[in-house]
Protein backbone atom coordinates (compact mmCIF):
# COMPACT_ATOMS: atom_id res chain seq x y z
CA UNK A 1 0.00 0.00 0.00
CA UNK A 2 2.72 2.44 0.60
CA UNK A 3 4.77 1.96 -2.49
CA UNK A 4 1.90 1.67 -5.05
CA UNK A 5 -0.61 3.70 -4.11
CA UNK A 6 0.76 7.20 -4.03
CA UNK A 7 2.77 6.05 -7.31
CA UNK A 8 -0.60 5.38 -8.58
CA UNK A 9 -1.63 8.86 -7.44
CA UNK A 10 1.32 10.57 -8.84
CA UNK A 11 0.54 8.67 -12.60
CA UNK A 12 -3.23 10.00 -12.53
CA UNK A 13 -1.74 13.34 -11.78
CA UNK A 14 1.37 12.90 -14.46
CA UNK A 15 -1.89 12.23 -16.92
CA UNK A 16 -3.90 15.23 -15.88
CA UNK A 17 -1.45 18.23 -15.62
CA UNK A 18 1.68 16.68 -17.76
CA UNK A 19 0.56 14.93 -20.37
CA UNK A 20 -3.01 16.55 -20.68
CA UNK A 21 -1.44 20.20 -20.48
CA UNK A 22 1.09 19.09 -23.31
CA UNK A 23 -1.91 17.54 -25.32
CA UNK A 24 -4.19 20.52 -25.13
CA UNK A 25 -1.08 22.57 -26.02
CA UNK A 26 -0.09 20.32 -28.96
CA UNK A 27 -4.15 20.12 -30.54
CA UNK A 28 -4.56 24.30 -30.06
CA UNK A 29 -1.23 25.41 -31.64
CA UNK A 30 -1.22 23.40 -34.38
CA UNK A 31 -4.70 23.38 -34.91
CA UNK A 32 -4.25 26.13 -37.82
CA UNK A 33 -1.50 24.04 -39.79
CA UNK A 34 -3.53 20.78 -39.26
CA UNK A 35 -6.50 23.38 -41.19
CA UNK A 36 -4.42 23.70 -43.97
CA UNK A 37 -3.61 19.90 -44.42
CA UNK A 38 -6.61 18.45 -43.15
CA UNK A 39 -6.22 15.10 -45.58
CA UNK A 40 -3.05 14.19 -43.97
CA UNK A 41 -3.72 14.99 -40.02
CA UNK A 42 -6.97 12.95 -39.38
CA UNK A 43 -5.42 11.06 -36.82
CA UNK A 44 -7.42 10.87 -33.42
CA UNK A 45 -4.55 9.43 -30.93
CA UNK A 46 -1.93 11.35 -28.94
CA UNK A 47 0.05 13.49 -31.00
CA UNK A 48 3.73 12.41 -31.33
CA UNK A 49 5.10 14.85 -28.57
CA UNK A 50 2.83 13.49 -26.03
CA UNK A 51 3.69 10.19 -26.59
CA UNK A 52 7.75 11.10 -26.58
CA UNK A 53 7.26 12.82 -23.39
CA UNK A 54 4.98 9.73 -21.64
CA UNK A 55 7.50 7.39 -23.15
CA UNK A 56 10.67 9.18 -22.01
CA UNK A 57 12.40 7.31 -18.83
CA UNK A 58 12.61 10.54 -16.56
CA UNK A 59 8.78 10.06 -16.81
CA UNK A 60 8.15 6.98 -16.07
CA UNK A 61 10.89 6.37 -13.54
CA UNK A 62 10.76 9.71 -12.13
CA UNK A 63 6.98 11.34 -12.33
CA UNK A 64 4.92 8.42 -10.66
CA UNK A 65 7.27 8.78 -7.45
CA UNK A 66 5.90 11.48 -5.11
CA UNK A 67 8.56 13.97 -5.48
CA UNK A 68 8.82 17.88 -4.71
CA UNK A 69 10.09 18.45 -8.34
CA UNK A 70 7.64 16.54 -9.65
CA UNK A 71 4.79 18.33 -8.16
CA UNK A 72 6.09 21.25 -9.41
CA UNK A 73 6.84 20.10 -12.81
CA UNK A 74 3.22 19.32 -12.60
CA UNK A 75 2.31 22.82 -11.20
CA UNK A 76 4.40 24.65 -13.77
CA UNK A 77 2.76 22.71 -16.75
CA UNK A 78 -0.91 24.01 -15.42
CA UNK A 79 0.36 27.27 -15.33
CA UNK A 80 1.69 27.40 -18.80
CA UNK A 81 -1.53 25.90 -20.23
CA UNK A 82 -3.53 29.03 -18.85
CA UNK A 83 -1.12 31.34 -19.70
CA UNK A 84 -1.24 30.03 -23.17
CA UNK A 85 -4.50 29.35 -23.68
CA UNK A 86 -5.06 33.41 -22.68
CA UNK A 87 -2.54 33.87 -25.25
CA UNK A 88 -4.38 31.75 -27.62
CA UNK A 89 -7.81 32.89 -26.91
CA UNK A 90 -6.15 36.62 -27.36
CA UNK A 91 -4.93 36.45 -30.68
CA UNK A 92 -7.75 35.24 -32.01
CA UNK A 93 -9.72 38.22 -30.75
CA UNK A 94 -6.83 40.79 -31.11
CA UNK A 95 -8.75 41.92 -34.22
CA UNK A 96 -11.92 42.70 -31.99
CA UNK A 97 -11.40 45.92 -30.19
CA UNK A 98 -14.53 45.53 -27.87
CA UNK A 99 -14.43 43.95 -24.98
CA UNK A 100 -17.69 42.37 -23.90
CA UNK A 101 -18.73 41.93 -19.83
CA UNK A 102 -18.24 38.18 -20.29
CA UNK A 103 -14.72 38.81 -21.78
CA UNK A 104 -13.86 40.84 -19.14
CA UNK A 105 -14.95 38.51 -16.49
CA UNK A 106 -13.09 35.67 -17.88
CA UNK A 107 -9.70 37.79 -18.25
CA UNK A 108 -10.33 38.49 -14.29
CA UNK A 109 -10.91 34.78 -13.73
CA UNK A 110 -7.81 34.03 -15.66
CA UNK A 111 -5.83 36.14 -13.78
CA UNK A 112 -7.07 34.82 -10.32
CA UNK A 113 -6.24 31.49 -11.53
CA UNK A 114 -2.45 32.20 -12.71
CA UNK A 115 -2.09 33.49 -8.91
CA UNK A 116 -3.47 30.93 -7.19
CA UNK A 117 -1.54 28.42 -9.21
CA UNK A 118 1.70 30.63 -8.67
CA UNK A 119 0.75 30.31 -4.64
CA UNK A 120 0.34 26.71 -5.17
CA UNK A 121 3.52 26.60 -6.96
CA UNK A 122 5.71 28.60 -4.22
CA UNK A 123 3.93 26.45 -1.57
CA UNK A 124 5.58 23.32 -3.28
CA UNK A 125 8.63 24.61 -3.83
CA UNK A 126 10.62 27.71 -3.85
CA UNK A 127 12.20 27.57 -7.01
CA UNK A 128 9.04 27.42 -9.07
CA UNK A 129 9.13 31.47 -8.60
CA UNK A 130 12.02 31.30 -11.16
CA UNK A 131 10.35 29.15 -13.59
CA UNK A 132 7.10 30.75 -13.26
CA UNK A 133 8.70 34.25 -13.26
CA UNK A 134 8.94 34.42 -17.08
CA UNK A 135 5.85 32.54 -17.88
CA UNK A 136 3.87 35.46 -15.49
CA UNK A 137 5.70 37.94 -17.28
CA UNK A 138 4.33 37.01 -20.83
CA UNK A 139 1.12 37.05 -19.04
CA UNK A 140 1.21 40.59 -18.34
CA UNK A 141 2.67 41.58 -21.26
CA UNK A 142 -0.43 40.15 -23.29
CA UNK A 143 -2.54 42.04 -21.22
CA UNK A 144 -0.50 44.90 -22.05
CA UNK A 145 -0.71 44.24 -25.54
CA UNK A 146 -4.31 43.48 -25.71
CA UNK A 147 -5.17 46.60 -24.39
CA UNK A 148 -5.58 49.57 -26.45
CA UNK A 149 -6.49 52.40 -24.07
CA UNK A 150 -5.21 52.79 -20.77
CA UNK A 151 -2.78 50.18 -21.22
CA UNK A 152 -1.06 50.35 -17.65
CA UNK A 153 -4.41 50.95 -15.87
CA UNK A 154 -5.75 47.41 -17.33
CA UNK A 155 -2.30 46.12 -16.63
CA UNK A 156 -2.26 47.35 -13.29
CA UNK A 157 -5.44 45.88 -12.14
CA UNK A 158 -5.03 42.07 -13.50
CA UNK A 159 -1.60 42.73 -11.81
CA UNK A 160 -3.70 43.48 -8.88
CA UNK A 161 -5.80 40.85 -8.67
CA UNK A 162 -3.08 38.45 -9.70
CA UNK A 163 -1.51 39.68 -6.13
CA UNK A 164 -4.56 39.25 -4.57
CA UNK A 165 -5.38 35.92 -5.43
CA UNK A 166 -1.67 34.96 -4.92
CA UNK A 167 -1.90 36.34 -1.03
CA UNK A 168 -5.37 34.54 -0.29
CA UNK A 169 -4.54 31.21 -1.70
CA UNK A 170 -0.83 31.19 0.34
CA UNK A 171 -2.32 32.67 3.52
CA UNK A 172 -4.86 29.77 3.22
CA UNK A 173 -1.94 27.10 2.87
CA UNK A 174 -0.67 28.70 6.25
CA UNK A 175 -3.60 28.60 8.29
CA UNK A 176 -4.26 25.03 6.95
CA UNK A 177 -0.35 24.48 7.40
CA UNK A 178 -0.37 25.73 11.35
CA UNK A 179 -3.57 24.15 12.13
CA UNK A 180 -2.42 21.10 11.03
CA UNK A 181 1.13 21.55 13.02
CA UNK A 182 -0.42 22.82 15.84
CA UNK A 183 -3.19 20.44 16.85
CA UNK A 184 -1.19 17.55 15.94
CA UNK A 185 1.97 17.97 16.98
CA UNK A 186 3.42 15.20 19.87
CA UNK A 187 2.96 17.54 22.56
CA UNK A 188 -0.57 17.89 22.60
Known amino acids: EVLII ?32 SNENNSCGPPIEVIILASSWPMLVMVTRPFTNTLEAMVISLLLFIVSMDHHHSMSKMNN ?14 SLLVGMTCSIGLFVRFTFAFFALPIVLLFLYNRWRRAYDHRWKNVGWVALSLVLSFLSTSVLFVITDWYYYHYHSPGR
Open 6 to 37: PRLFMTLLSFLFLDGCLWALVKKTTKKASDEY
Open 97 to 110: KKISSFQHQNQSMI
